[in-house]
């Protein structure tokens, strides 16, 4: 099969590549209106292209399903402009802060939880005077521990830019662990270059990365390698993983990953419950199948091979373990107890069972 050399970015390159059929073209162009389209050669040729379930391609394909709407979703679902004192700062926990410094991707996942404020048309980086903003707030705030840096992708910036970043919170006494969230090394493995890694070791302070994969199957020989690269670095990894439908929502593949991850020496830190994003419904599990996932893992696996499942309370209330913190309604919806007690109900929010 021919090799993909070029990053897709529309339906026709979709089409033209085989990922698409020329009678989806209107559908899909209709999701292509709404949210960005971004496939790069790493991922495209990691596709299985004849398996209409590939677990890429499910991810990174999309769908005309997109554009159904559940009733219970959201464009922010999580609440991060609730909880936004700053330009591009989301200060939900007391000791830690988000600091979206990049609002594009190198591809964008179908399910993505920000997929009303990532891609080109909302701006490729901070500016200037936010960024200015933006690391005001940190500095005036003495209990932020913890900078999580984020966006979109913060690796699509320049190793100049990160470097600049990086030796500006540095200069933040208080601020004492910078942590980087990408897609990067497993989608664009070849931007982890030597170059990079310097620019996120110049600080004194501890710095980790949080890698988002969700298939064994996205771990291919370069992004094994750039995951080594950074590793041999010193630069600690955790790894985060959606819970999606069709993708990894069976324990086969789940433990697959898991492994896969530990023996990469990348600790599994959060498996997610899909938050509730507009047009993911096709996406989402229900919460008991989740926890009946964890109850085999915890079967199958190490605890160094474990992730916490966790959901994301909608209207910023913060994230719950799922395993530990819920109760069953009279109608068998969820109650889940927030950090400071409250109790929150909780209805899974799928595609009817029966849809293709």
């Not at 790069?40 to 499910?58: G, K």
């Not at 997929?115 to 701006?123: A, D, K, L, T």
């Not at 079967?299 to 959901?311: D, F």
Request: charged share 25%; glycine share 6%; with cysteine.
């Amino acid at each position: 099969m021919t090799l993909i050399e070029r990053k897709l970015t529309s339906v026709a390159d979709l089409i033209d590549a085989g990922f698409a059929s020329a009678e989806d073209r209107e559908a899909l162009s209709n999701v292509a209106a709404r949210y960005a389209i971004a496939v790069t050669p790493a991922v495209a040729n990691a596709i299985d292209r004849s398996a209409p379930d590939d677990p890429l391609a499910r991810q990174f394909i999309p769908s005309a399903r997109e554009l159904d709407l559940h009733p219970n979703e959201h464009g922010d679902p999580i609440g991060d402009r609730l909880k936004s004192p700053a330009p591009g700062v989301v200060h939900r926990y007391a000791d830690r802060v988000l600091l979206k410094i990049a609002s594009v991707c190198p591809v964008y996942c179908r399910f993505c939880f920000r997929r009303e404020m990532v891609g080109p048309q909302n701006g490729e980086t901070l500016s200037a005077d936010d960024l200015a903003s933006a690391l005001r707030y940190i500095s005036e705030t003495p209990a932020i521990w913890e900078v999580i840096l984020t966006g979109g992708d913060p690796f699509v910036l320049s190793a100049r830019r990160i470097r600049d970043i990086t030796e500006a919170l540095s200069d933040i006494p208080h601020v004492k662990v910078l942590r980087w969230h990408t897609r990067v090394p497993i989608v664009d493995p070849d931007r982890v270059t030597s170059d990079l890694i310097e620019a996120l070791k110049a600080t004194r302070k501890t710095v980790f990365v949080g890698l988002h994969t969700n298939h064994a199957q996205e771990l291919t020989d370069a992004a094994r390698a750039a995951i080594s690269r950074l590793v041999d670095a010193g630069i600690p990894l955790i790894s985060q993983t959606v819970l999606l439908k069709g993708v990894n929502d069976n324990a086969d593949a789940l433990e697959a990953l898991m492994r896969r991850l530990v023996e990469l020496r990348v600790k599994p830190y959060y498996l997610h419950h899909g938050d509730l994003a507009p047009g993911t419904a096709h996406f989402r599990t229900t919460i008991a199948q989740g926890r009946q996932l964890m109850t085999e893992l915890r079967r199958r696996l190490s605890g160094i091979a474990l992730p916490t499942y966790v959901l994301d309370l909608p209207g910023a209330h913060g994230k719950v373990p799922v395993e530990r913190h819920s109760e069953t309604a009279f109608d068998g919806a969820d109650l889940f107890t927030d950090r400071d007690g409250n109790t929150h109900r909780y209805e899974d929010a799928c595609a009817a069972p029966d849809t293709p």
